[in-house]
């Protein structure tokens, strides 16, 4: 985590940005955010005791997070191990990636480091840990146009050694770019201390390292205040991102935004840093902008789910509908969730509207007579619909 020697307290005030307004799916997901496995989630990880990187906690906290995400329903495919070394030290991060819809090859990492030093961690940075778990869960399902990586890294409190080795060698194979990254959202020590007034959260901007990424990380920032006031209780402030996990993109000229708590707990690095020291409420707080933040980064689906007056057996949303490949070719796949009914329709339409196909309960729509561009995919069921954007690219 952060030296103490090094914080830069320039918390600057923030409003709201204009354009931005509050999208109440968005709301409903944010709301979906439960004290219970908040609470639960820094429990567990402040069990697993001290998690110094290479050591047997750590690697027991590892396969702690990875069960997490099987729980959620993730596959093993999503789930992946990046080993690394330094020195004589070998640890993994484990990067869990769900696909957009729009932009599959474009990335919005959300991120945090598990492991710890001296105490266990559970400000730093089982806060931020369990408020990725969190965010993954309530988003599994939910389409969102840019994938979105969700990245634990280790080697953090040794010299950010695992963010560099993803930075350097997945972000960058050989100083060629792999991966196309939109943004990274770094969460690391938003714990807050039991006792204190914890009602604020600072939203890091980059204004170090290369000045190409300094105004575009100043906007994500803004944005990122505006979605925490939004979509949280939390009142904002901004100050300067430095010494985590999101420097290593920074030097590659990513742009680079994150959260850290504002009345500091100065836990950090010691045996006190547990969780009868944390304060769990204070971390159900920032999940909840976090959930809303990343809907806003990732362009998640906006649609409010209609739900059935049966008592029987109420329709499930249809945000869980996949529609896929994307970019498609001659043939585009829709996959509905079990719903009650079994009729439904699909239309595609260009972006002015005009529709150009519709077919009835069919799970597999020619496109092949489709020109290549950019259209609107609508499911809709009795009571029901949900848009996506498709690329039909041959």
Same mark, same amino acid.
């Given at each position: 985590?952060?030296?103490?020697t090094?914080?830069?307290?320039? @918390?600057?005030?923030?409003?709201?940005? %204009?354009?931005?307004?509050?999208?109440?799916?968005?709301?409903?997901? *944010?709301?979906?955010?439960?004290?219970?496995?908040?609470?639960?989630?820094?429990?567990?990880?402040?069990n697993?005791?001290?998690?110094?990187? !290479?050591?047997?906690?750590?690697?027991?906290?590892l396969?702690?997070?990875?069960?997490?995400?099987?729980?959620f329903?993730?596959? *093993?495919?999503?789930?992946?191990?990046?080993?690394?070394?330094f020195? %004589?030290?070998?640890?993994?991060?484990?990067?869990?990636? +769900?696909?957009?819809t729009?932009?599959?090859?474009?990335?919005?990492?959300?991120? !945090?480091?598990?492991?710890?030093?001296?105490?266990p961690?559970?400000?730093?940075n089982?806060?931020?840990?369990?408020?990725?778990?969190?965010?993954?869960?309530?988003?599994?399902?939910v389409?969102?146009? =840019?994938?979105i990586?969700f #990245?634990?890294?280790?080697?953090?409190?040794?010299?950010l =050694?695992?963010?560099s080795?993803?930075?350097?060698?997945v972000?960058?194979q050989?100083g060629?770019r792999?991966l196309d990254i939109?943004?990274?959202f770094?969460?690391?020590?938003?714990? !807050?201390?039991?006792?204190?007034?914890?009602?604020?959260?600072?939203?890091?901007r980059d204004?170090?390292?290369?000045?190409?990424?300094? @105004? @575009?990380?100043?906007?994500?920032?803004?944005q990122?205040?505006?979605?925490?006031?939004? =979509?949280?209780?939390?009142q904002t402030s901004?100050?300067n991102?430095y010494?985590?996990?999101? /420097?290593?993109?920074?030097?590659?000229g990513?742009?680079?935004?994150?959260?850290y708590?504002?009345?500091?707990?100065?836990?950090?690095h010691t045996?006190?840093?547990?969780?009868?020291?944390?304060?769990?409420v204070?971390?159900?707080?920032v *999940?909840?902008?976090a959930?809303? *933040?990343?809907q806003?980064?990732?362009?998640?689906?906006?649609?409010?789910?209609?739900?059935?007056?049966?008592?029987? +057996?109420?329709?499930?949303t249809?945000?869980?509908?996949?529609?896929?490949?994307?970019?498609?070719?001659?043939?585009?796949? #829709?996959?509905?969730?079990?719903l009650?009914t079994?009729?439904?329709?699909?239309?595609?339409?260009?972006? @002015? !509207?005009? %529709? /150009?196909?519709?077919e009835?309960?069919?799970?597999?729509?020619?496109? %092949?007579?489709?020109?290549?561009?950019?259209y609107?995919?609508?499911?809709?069921?009795?009571?029901s619909?949900v848009?996506?954007?498709?690329?039909?690219?041959?």
């Amino acid at each position: 985590m952060k030296k103490l020697t090094t914080f830069l307290c320039t @918390a600057l005030a923030v409003g709201n940005v %204009s354009a931005q307004t509050l999208i109440q799916a968005y709301k409903n997901r *944010a709301d979906q955010v439960t004290q219970t496995n908040i609470t639960n989630n820094l429990q567990q990880f402040s069990n697993l005791g001290i998690k110094t990187t !290479g050591s047997v906690n750590n690697a027991n906290t590892l396969t702690w997070i990875k069960n997490k995400y099987t729980s959620f329903g993730y596959s *093993a495919s999503q789930v992946v191990e990046d080993p690394f070394t330094f020195g %004589s030290t070998s640890s993994k991060n484990l990067v869990i990636t +769900k696909t957009g819809t729009v932009y599959p090859n474009k990335y919005v990492i959300i991120c !945090g480091h598990y492991d710890t030093v001296t105490g266990p961690g559970t400000s730093d940075n089982g806060s931020g840990t369990s408020v990725i778990l969190e965010v993954a869960r309530i988003l599994k399902d939910v389409p969102t146009e =840019y994938s979105i990586k969700f #990245i634990h890294f280790s080697g953090e409190e040794q010299g950010l =050694y695992g963010s560099s080795h993803y930075a350097n060698n997945v972000e960058f194979q050989s100083g060629v770019r792999k991966l196309d990254i939109k943004l990274v959202f770094n969460l690391d020590q938003v714990g !807050g201390k039991i006792g204190n007034v914890n009602n604020k959260i600072i939203c890091e901007r980059d204004t170090a390292g290369q000045s190409g990424n300094n @105004a @575009a990380s100043n906007t994500i920032t803004q944005q990122l205040a505006t979605c925490t006031t939004l =979509y949280s209780p939390l009142q904002t402030s901004i100050s300067n991102a430095y010494s985590s996990d999101y /420097m290593p993109f920074e030097k590659k000229g990513d742009v680079i935004t994150g959260f850290y708590e504002y009345t500091r707990s100065y836990n950090e690095h010691t045996v006190n840093d547990t969780f009868a020291n944390v304060d769990p409420v204070y971390v159900f707080k920032v *999940a909840k902008a976090a959930v809303g *933040a990343m809907q806003h980064f990732s362009t998640a689906s906006s649609t409010v789910s209609a739900i059935s007056a049966s008592k029987e +057996k109420p329709l499930q949303t249809l945000e869980s509908v996949k529609v896929y490949p994307n970019p498609a070719k001659d043939v585009l796949n #829709i996959e509905l969730p079990d719903l009650r009914t079994k009729n439904f329709s699909v239309e595609i339409t260009d972006l @002015a !509207g005009l %529709s /150009m196909l519709k077919e009835d309960n069919k799970a597999q729509i020619n496109i %092949s007579r489709l020109e290549n561009g950019v259209y609107l995919c609508t499911v809709k069921t009795e009571g029901s619909s949900v848009t996506r954007k498709i690329i039909i690219e041959k």
